[in-house]
């Protein structure tokens, strides 16, 4: 049998997601084949957590070109951006909280690559009226990788319907949780 590296990837994060704490054999289980096998193609978790990094940046990267986020208003950009980015949400979730990955002068580039481009349409929903500018861009788009993550972690636990999670996590970041009378 051949090694399916994407399928192996694609297995581990969405276990990883669900479980952040399962073990390598765990991940061979799942993917169905031998620890040996995984070990030999990632040796040892934190390689296995790298190549997640790069699944997960391949995918935002993916979803961002999909949600042609410079295109249309800023509002619907982010709406399009959400529902691009949320069938990844738990990945990105597990990636979020593995803190090796954003410490020091190892941290991917890709992340800047993304960051860019989340910060440019938050800033270009600021210049054109449709978003506060008393939130930075940057406060914006880390705000959003945070919903992302909590997303994520409520659809894998159960605590929302995954058909609901964009919907609420666009709202909330565009208007905030007070209420406001009509």
Partial sequence: MS??????LRTAADLLARRSTATTEEVARAAGISRATLNRHFPGRDTLVRALEEFGITE?????????PEEGSAEEAL????????????LLAFLYSENQLFEGEEQNAG???IDERLTGLFRRGQESGEFRI???AVWLTEALYGLLAAGGWAVTEGRVARNDISHMLVELL???AIRRDA
């Fill in 111 to 113: 992340w800047a690559r």
């Fill in 3 to 8: 090694f399916d590296r994407d399928h192996v």
């Fill in 134 to 136: 008393d939130l930075s």
């Fill in 174 to 176: 565009l208007g905030g």
């Fill in 79 to 90: 709406r399009r951006l959400v529902r691009a980015v949320e069938p990844c949400a738990g």
């Fill in 60 to 68: 935002c990267e993916k979803a961002l070109a999909a949600a042609c």
